[in-house]
């Protein structure tokens, strides 16, 4: 209890400083630049100067002009956040401008008014200097920027289309091979000379148990690693009941991650060997990485065209016998593009000549080429087994112009490289070889999508038909966009580039639109609409159904109430996006022209929608009428309204019919109705006898209301009968038929009791002849007349 005391002494004793600190005004201070340039305006005037003198000039090197670039890009991006600089304070003088106005052309302005539009004004225009400045520079570095990169591509399409002596002109043959006695002769040197130096024995002495153990392991790895792995690999997915696929791919990285271990031992033990010199040691150098595309070209080979497997099965549904080919094909494919890179390091290490250059590589390119050549083929004929249904025919579409396409680029570039234009061919050529690659990389992860929604999803059979994996399909094919724009000679500054533009959004007249802007307008919308939706829910389950609402009545309100909530949150989250949509009023106009003509009959039945769910004539669960269609209102929709006959067929209504043509409503308000059932009986029957009958069984029914007391009815005398007419109101006319014919049973069973005839149709036939029939014995089979003489034309 003195624990408590004490706590509310001290509480009180600190409550005024507490006041103090809350009442105490803090100061928000903005900093504002006003009327002023920038501090490094000289450095940038200088930085520009350079640049555009080596724009001019055009004699700096490519990596020179990246790094120019690359400071450019970085004084925009500064120029680009000063352009935000006192914003807050322009937008509030602004505002205040606004709200002055402008000045009268006539006169008899207010001094004070005037004197004050002033003074705003002078200060806009001191605020607004620093922006005005960001913006110019901006522009300038964005200019500049643009200047590199022409510089830079004209510079790379010259390279490509570079062309020198024809591999297959005989006059540089003795020069190449010179070169490459040269070359060799120059790897020898060097390798004897490091064999000689004392050094480099101490050092690969000190270095022998080492070398060992990387070789060691570089054997094993390289030669048993993948056999012995796959062995592992199975034993362990087989332990796995659901998820084997993910399993098997994720075990069969260990196919590249083992191999790769080895080759990057091997080159690690030629290093620490240090014998190789300046030319092999560039070869050893580069080993692991092109070594690694033999090792991927036997990893997709595995993955994606497995041998003796049905096409059923199949993960690309080929045949066995096209499988086999294509795997094959894999391989070639790696250990091509491994060669290929081997010969250009080669070559890059020994000064050749651009004829000895194109000469060496020539064969490379060849083999390179072949082996594209051959891949096309067999996709080409893969196609034919894909031509079932509609997605097949479309997969065999996509692989025929695949493999089409490799056929051209195998043609082309050893075209282009019989011509002389060597660096065209390796430009075709190895690109093409990459993409193959990659697009069987792509493959691979969109296969190990599909099996990992169909592990976590637990929809094993219909995963492959799922729209979720078909989406994060597509976004990979997105994502690799940029890897195949640089495989083909885009430069990681064009992609940037590209980028930048995209972040910077377009402009659709005096409204620009950014990805941000898109964003923030995405995540308010769809914040908006689920809180609609979470309202009507609210609404359709807990409060509207406590009120004396009817059905009808509930359902229009939860609507209406949806397209209000989605038209104020498109509202709130273009605002709060920023969006300016007054400079789209003229291009909404004009489209409002064509939309008023194209779509007049949607417009005329959302309006015609808007006027059911306000008016109310028909409601959700009335029976209706229209058209010669009968049935239960299902649905109302903003378009349409859904009647379901009662043969328990769905009728779709526009709802401009009904509004414009007449509605019967049955049920409408409430569900009273009335029946009539007509019944005939036999002539000389008492009448007043059938009409008390007739009455007992109607007030006897338990649907029929009593007030107003039904009523029997003499309509007629008929051809036949006595006609009489049962008319009551029913509480509910949904059931008129049943309660129809419950009345006819009862009145059928009644009449039997009461013996009262229920007549029927009677019909005289009068015969002409009727001596001819003999009903009471038989007569023999009338003999055929004979025949009239010509002539005789008695009857």
């Known amino acids: 209890m003195r624990f408590i005391r004490l706590c509310l002494v001290l509480l009180l004793a600190a409550s005024p400083v507490w006041a103090q600190d809350d009442d105490t005004p803090v100061a928000v201070v903005q900093e504002t630049v006003v009327g002023e340039t920038f501090a490094d305006e000289a450095k940038w005037d200088s930085f520009t100067a350079r640049v555009e003198r080596a724009i001019e000039a055009g004699l700096a090197s490519n990596s020179v002009l990246a790094g120019l670039r690359r400071e450019l890009v970085d004084w925009r991006d500064t120029f680009l956040m000063r352009q935000s600089m006192n914003g807050s304070r322009i937008a509030t003088v602004s505002a205040q401008l606004v709200a002055l106005g402008a000045a009268p052309e006539a006169g008899g302005e207010d001094a004070r008014i005037a004197t004050r539009r002033g003074e705003l004004t002078a200060q806009l225009n001191d605020l607004s200097v620093p922006v005005t400045l960001a913006i110019e520079a901006h522009t300038q570095a964005d200019g500049l920027i643009g200047e590199i990169d022409s510089l830079m591509r004209n510079r790379q399409t010259e390279n490509f289309l570079a062309r020198s002596q024809s591999p297959l002109n005989p006059s540089g043959w003795n020069a190449t091979w010179e070169s490459l006695v040269a070359a060799t002769r120059g790897i020898k040197g060097e390798v004897e000379s490091e064999v000689s130096n004392p050094s480099r024995q101490t050092k690969f002495v000190s270095n022998l148990p080492a070398i ?74 580069v080993l692991p990485a092109y070594g690694f595309l033999a090792i991927v070209g036997h990893w997709l080979a595995g993955q994606l065209t497995p041998y003796n497997m049905d096409a059923e099965m199949h993960p690309l549904g080929m045949s066995p016998q096209i499988s086999a080919r294509t795997h094959k094909r894999f391989i070639m494919l790696g250990y091509a593009m491994m060669l290929f890179g081997f010969a250009q390091t080669f070559i890059s290490s020994n000064n050749f000549s651009a004829t000895s250059e194109a000469l060496v590589m020539f064969p490379f390119g060849f083999l390179l080429a072949w082996v594209l050549y051959l891949f096309g083929k067999v ?12 997605p097949r025919q479309f997969r065999a579409g996509l692989r025929s112009a695949y493999g089409t396409g490799l056929i051209i680029a195998a043609l082309g570039g050893f075209l282009l490289a019989c011509l002389g234009y060597a660096n065209a061919f390796e430009g075709v050529t190895y690109p093409a070889a990459l993409s193959v690659v990659v697009i069987a990389v792509l493959m691979l992860l969109q296969r190990l999508v599909v099996d990992g929604y169909a592990l976590f999803s637990k929809a094993d059979g219909a995963a492959s038909e799922a729209l979720i994996p078909v989406l994060i399909g597509i976004a990979l094919v997105l994502l690799f966009l940029p890897v195949f724009a640089l495989i083909w000679g885009a430069n990681v500054t064009d992609i940037t580039e590209l980028w930048t533009r995209f972040g910077e959004g377009f402009s659709i007249g005096d409204t620009k639109i950014s990805p941000s802007n898109f964003m923030l307008f995405a995540v308010v919308f769809v914040a908006g609409y689920a809180a609609t939706r979470m ?36 509202v709130v989250a273009i605002t709060t996006a920023g969006i300016d949509l007054s400079g789209l009023a003229i291009v909404a106009g004009a489209l409002s022209v064509g939309i008023g003509f194209g779509l007049q009959n949607i417009v005329s039945n959302f309006v015609a929608g808007i006027i059911l769910l306000i008016e109310r004539p028909i409601s959700q669960g009335d029976w209706i009428e229209v058209g010669g269609q009968m049935g239960y209102v299902r649905d109302i929709s903003v378009r349409s309204t859904r009647i379901e006959t009662f043969d328990r067929t769905d009728v779709i209504v526009p709802n401009a019919d009904l509004v414009s043509n007449q509605v019967t409503n049955w049920t409408r308000g409430n569900s009273v109705g009335r029946v009539i059932v007509p019944v005939g009986v036999a002539y000389g029957t008492d009448t007043d006898r059938v009409t008390g009958i007739l009455q007992e069984i109607a007030e006897a029914h338990p649907m029929v209301l009593l007030n107003p007391r039904p009523s029997v009815v003499f309509q007629e005398f008929g051809a036949d009968s006595l006609n009489f007419e049962i008319r009551a109101i029913l509480r509910d006319v949904n059931y008129v038929l049943t309660v129809k014919s419950e009345m006819n049973h009862a009145i059928a069973k009644r009449f039997v009791e009461e013996g009262i005839e229920i007549p029927f149709g009677q019909r005289d036939i009068w015969l002409r002849n009727p001596e001819a029939l003999d009903f009471g014995a038989k007569r023999a089979a009338r003999k055929p007349s004979a025949p009239k003489p010509k002539g005789d034309t008695k009857s």
Do not use: C, H
């Open 212 to 285: 060992l153990v990387l070789l060691a392991v570089a054997v094993v790895f390289l030669i048993r690693g993948r056999a012995w792995f796959r062995v592992v690999a199975d034993a362990i997915v087989s332990r796995f009941r659901r998820g084997n696929a993910v399993v098997q791919f994720v075990l069969s990285l260990g196919q590249i991650i083992i191999p790769l271990i080895g080759l990057i031992a091997l080159a690690q033990a030629l290093e620490l060997v240090g014998m190789s010199g300046r030319r092999l040691g560039a070869i050893v150098e």
């Open 379 to 390: 996709q080409r004929s893969s196609a034919a087994d894909l031509s079932d249904d509609a």
């Open 535 to 570: 309202v009507q829910g609210a609404l359709r389950s807990s409060v509207l159904p406590r009120t004396k609402m009817d059905v009808g009545g509930q359902n229009a309100v939860v609507s209406g109430l949806g397209y209000v909530g989605i038209f104020l949150a498109a």
